[in-house]
């Protein structure tokens, strides 16, 4: 199984074009929304279930990333996060050989910053080797396709 997390997301612009790009990516089995807040979780919330919906694709959204370990099991998570912080790069070779045996999440931090320190104790935080921090559609993308070309 695997699931992309976007965490901490507050625009309802952004979630949309996350939205986009899982829809554009089969290979991704679910969308996990946690911690999204003002407009992303009042309107972008709906919005995105029922853009799912119609498309026959799957949106959980949960309070915490917490929540997000429990509740779906995960084998292996990872945070994606800029170069600066401590992390070792991600091996798209080996999480698309991950993907077919165990259950593994992907998540990215859609705030104006990255994880906090006691989210990053909940998974293993990774980079795709870019400093700065992304809009979470972008890292979506690279990553997306990144795995994809790989499987």
Avoid: C, W
Avoid at 114 to 125: D, I, N, V
């Amino acid at each position: 199984m695997f699931v992309f997390i976007v965490h901490n997301i507050y625009s309802n612009v952004k979630l949309n074009e996350v939205i986009d790009v899982y829809l554009s990516f089969p290979i991704v089995d679910l969308l996990v929304i946690s911690k999204a807040s003002s407009a992303a979780a009042q309107t972008g919330v709906p919005e995105a279930e029922k853009r799912a919906y119609l498309k026959g694709r799957r949106i959980l959204y949960l309070p915490d990333l917490t929540d997000v370990k429990d509740i779906l099991k995960l084998d292996k998570l990872y945070l994606i996060v800029p170069n600066k912080i401590p992390s070792t790069p991600l091996d798209f070779g080996r999480l698309a050989e991950e993907i077919k045996s165990i259950r593994v999440g992907i998540a990215v931090s859609a705030g104006d910053s990255t994880f906090t320190a006691r989210e990053l104790e909940l998974g293993e935080p990774v980079n795709i080797g870019i400093n700065e921090i992304l809009p979470p559609a972008a890292y979506a993308g690279i990553i997306l396709y990144s795995v994809t070309s790989r499987t």
